[in-house]
C-alpha cells in the first residue's frame, strides 16, 4: 500500500480497497487519494455504488483489489 494512508481532503484513514478504487477510477499513476466518502461526491454518486463497484472488481479479478 502506498504511503498515503490518509484522505487528502478529510484525513480519514483509508483502507486497501480505496487505495484500488482511486487508482481503478482517476488513474494508476496517482499520488494522493481521496476516502470512499470524498471519492463518491467527487464523482457525484453514492458511497453505495462505489462498494458495488469494489465487489465488482474484485469479482472480475483486478489485482488493485485485495
Known amino acids: 500500500m502506498p504511503k498515503a ?3 487528502y481532503l478529510c484525513e480519514s484513514k483509508l483502507d486497501k480497497n480505496a487505495v484500488g478504487l482511486n487508482k481503478k477510477l ?14 463518491a461526491t467527487h464523482l457525484d454518486v453514492s458511497t453505495e455504488d462505489l462498494y458495488a463497484k469494489i465487489i465488482e472488481f474484485k469479482d472480475q479479478g483486478c489485482t488493485l483489489f485485495f
Do not use: A, E, Q
Not at 482517476?26 to 471519492?39: E, N, P, S, T, Y
Open 26 to 39: 482517476l488513474g494508476i499513476k496517482l499520488k494522493r487519494f481521496l476516502c470512499v466518502d470524498c471519492l
Open 5 to 7: 494512508t490518509k484522505c
